[in-house]
């Protein structure tokens, strides 16, 4: 079980096949882990704007009184949304549900009417719908796309930023940020096997600055040991992409 697990985590980047089944259950299951730190989202959701969800409309169907935009191509909702304070671009992602397709999200930075898509990337796969935006420097927005998968138990994550290039959205850093074991037969016949990890990524040191360094906040409870980092990414300018240690890329 435990070659298993660590040789599928170590595949997650950039994706691991899986079972699943819990979907929207795992990401918040990923929160409130009683062993991860403190940690906040420094840019929440916002109401969107009449503009935006005219757009949504037009282009994903009509709005329900659940908020749904329903089409013949499946169910849609606005599943994160914020309006940067530099130049008042709204930021939102779409997340849409097939039974076939799966949940797909579909990123988006427009002008503040919606009239203009300013840069976007759509189709991205994922087993869930967690998507938070927030700040990357000079008051300047990105998206973190969280995506989960159970094996045998054994819940796996990893969260991608994604960042504006030009006029495409693109992922500018990839960690892992959930292992967990604590389900699995093995854990409970060996408390010393177990694993519980928890990273997340809160946004730039200092908001103000353009390409401000990120901080990633992780927890994790290995046989009865708490412990909580922090880890600063700072920006490649060369390569467009935060650069991020190579230990949060691995099994521990």
């Known amino acids: 079980m435990k070659f298993f697990a660590y040789a599928c985590f170590f595949a997650l980047l950039p994706g691991c096949a899986a079972t699943e089944d819990a979907k929207a ?44 935009f329903i089409s013949d ?12 304070s530099a130049d008042h671009k709204s930021y ?22 919606a ?18 935006i927030l700040e990357i420097g000079a008051h300047n927005l990105g998206f973190s796309v969280l995506d989960t998968t159970i094996n045998q138990a054994t ?9 504006a290039r030009g006029e495409k959205i693109r992922i500018a850093a990839s960690f892992v940020s959930l292992l967990d074991n604590t389900s699995t037969a093995e854990c409970k016949n060996d408390p010393k096997s177990c694993i519980n990890l928890r990273r997340k990524l809160v946004g730039a040191t200092n908001p103000a600055q353009k390409n401000s360094p990120l901080i990633i906040v992780s927890g994790k409870n ?11 990414l700072p920006f490649d300018e060369a390569k467009k992409i935060y650069v991020v240690p190579s230990e949060l890329k691995r099994s521990l």
């Open 25 to 68: 259950q795992v990401g918040k299951e990923a929160d409130r882990s009683r062993s991860a730190p403190d940690i906040i989202n420094f840019a929440p959701t916002q109401t969107a704007s009449p503009s935006v969800v005219d757009f949504v409309k037009a282009n994903y169907g009509e709005r329900n009184s659940k908020g749904q």
């Open 73 to 84: 191509n499946g169910i849609a909702t606005i599943c994160a949304y914020r309006v940067s």
């Open 92 to 113: 939102f992602a779409i997340c849409s549900t097939d039974p076939q397709a799966g949940i797909q999200i579909d990123l988006y930075i427009t002008d503040e009417s």
């Open 115 to 132: 009239d203009d898509i300013v840069a976007s990337e759509t189709g991205i796969s994922s087993h869930i719908n967690d998507v938070s």
């Open 155 to 163: 819940k796996i994550g990893k969260t991608s930023l994604y960042t």
């Open 222 to 232: 290995s046989a009865a040991i708490e412990e909580n980092k922090k880890y600063i």
